[in-house]
DNA sequence: TATGGATTGGAATTATTATTTCATATTGAC
DNA sequence: GTCAATATGAAATAATAATTCCAATCCATA
């Protein structure tokens, strides 16, 4: 017994594309079938599975044993195990990651980590965004003439790749960015016309908060990203986002973030090309 | 029979809710059971769900069949098809999103449209990522004295993110950017005992093509992290990773290029740590 | 083109699993 | 407390499905 037999769907998937060269007519068949079909085989019977691909049920149990399994039910397991796992919730799918990472399968863990990590924070706030505030951000941002974005260190992706979508979609912003020093001259051109996207996570990098706070005084309506009510932000705020990313090795996921700023986004693109459109009607 | 069988998992289990209080004893308890372990009774067969929840084979049958089903198969039937429908491809999922914000229902679906988008291109990475070529490049990079990140448009945000990283943990790095024209003069500096991170989707900025040409002409191993093996980019890299992202409303989903290039910083953070202590031990 | 080995199809067999049946227990009304 | 109706347990039975077996076929090689 040295082949060992795979015990998990993505083991099994490989070892089927390994050997595909090297397999029978109709095993390949069932093979192909298999991989295209995975949801067929982890529900069908014998006879029904052979019958849709076009194989004998003994065929589809030797394909099975060739790989190791002693049987279909066995081979079956596999494909159950996988919609188990599938459909199993994130929290459950981030702690067999972080069981995965505790054997200390290399640096391989680190990955499954931050995948997980990002997963997480996804489907949190795809639970926890308020449908109603962010039907006001994006109108507030619509109206504006330019929307600032503001934003520094671990939120700096963010908005440089909201700036990046904002010119893609020939939306008139400006990044605030800290190169010459000139933020505060920068930010002093703003009126209440233009609105402001402001992203900070504790610990909140003071510049962010003191722009913010100039920013908002100057009357400048002010859409923020943050993770807490407690945050300086939200008292500067008009309309705010409370945003929990989950953290893997110190290092905090941005994928939620990154989704809502998105949204935001095209959201506004849309929202103003239909504006533009009724306006011309 | 004026009493319709329920079709699909959530009516069934509304109309088990609604007549609990009205159960046998023994069927309330499978019902209860049925609610709670939705897998099992997808997969299961009437003995091992009985054993489970207690109670004997028959009376999971009458309970089907107090339902209206015929026996367990066809109850079992609805369980199986939540599975599937949960397990329904993503591309199908994103696909009705996508139709859900063409037809203006609300700027919530463009919002639910990029969560999926993040969340299917992180799947197809976790999946698709090989862990030899991952260990690998963590290899490389952690030997290196200094780390260019080379990135422009729609990758920048990344780039941006893993130089704000590996400053958190002390690993020199230079940031390729273009503010001042510089960036040739920035990679002149550039020697075999540094390495590259180099990150371009289609279309590929020219500028990050012309300037990874340059570098590894240098010498300079590059590790990049791109779109497919057609990728200009592939053929300067010593190892490289094809990361696919969905799209969403013509923008890209960019986090499954985020998770992996915050694996690979740490994973650097970590072989470093680990050499270090080595070398004193 | 003959020959041996591998592969395949299809029926026979074995195993597993759902369902039925019936005796026993429980419950509630009088 | 008695009786009838209902519910339950356990084993028997029927149905279904997996597996095995063997003859037929295919394929590569000499």
Redesign the interface.
């Known amino acids: 017994m040295d082949k060992r037999v795979p015990r998990d769907f993505?083991t099994l998937r490989a070892t089927i594309l390994e050997r595909r060269a090297s397999l029978p007519k109709r095993i390949a068949q069932i093979a192909a079938y298999a991989l295209d079909n995975p949801?067929d085989i982890a529900?069908g019977t014998a006879a029904s599975i052979a019958a849709s691909a076009g194989v004998q049920p003994s065929t589809l149990i030797r394909f099975a044993q060739q790989l190791g399994f002693d049987g279909f039910t066995s081979l079956q397991q596999v494909f159950?195990e996988r919609?188990?796992e599938?459909?199993s919730s994130y929290d459950e799918r981030l702690a067999a990651l972080r069981a995965k990472a505790e054997e200390g399968a290399?640096?391989?863990a680190?990955?499954?980590?931050?995948?997980a990590a990002?997963?997480t924070s996804?489907?949190d706030?795809?639970r926890a965004?308020n449908?109603a505030h962010?039907?006001e951000a994006?109108t507030l941002l619509a109206k504006a003439e330019t929307i600032y974005v503001l934003a520094k260190?671990?939120s700096?992706?963010?908005a440089?790749?909201i700036a990046?979508?904002l010119g893609?979609l020939k939306i008139r912003n400006q990044l605030v960015e800290s190169?010459a020093g000139l933020n505060a001259e920068m930010i002093g051109f703003a009126t209440p016309r233009d609105a402001v996207i402001a992203i900070s996570f504790s610990p909140y990098a003071p510049a962010t908060i003191e722009e913010t706070r100039s920013i908002a005084e100057q009357g400048v309506p002010i859409v923020a990203i943050t993770d807490s009510s407690f945050s300086p932000l939200a008292q500067f705020a008009k309309i705010w986002f409370e945003v929990a990313e989950a953290d893997?090795?110190?290092?905090r996921?941005?994928?939620a973030t990154?989704?809502?700023a998105?949204?935001l986004?095209?959201?506004v693109g849309?929202?103003r090309r239909d504006a533009g459109r009724k306006r011309k009607t």
């Open positions: 993505e949801d529900f159950r919609l188990r599938r459909n290399g640096h391989r680190i990955f499954d980590g931050f995948v990002a997963s996804l489907s706030i795809s965004l449908d962010f039907e994006v260190r671990r700096y992706p963010v440089s790749y990046y979508a893609k190169a893997f090795g110190g290092f996921s941005i994928s990154m989704a809502l998105m949204a986004t095209v959201a849309e929202k």
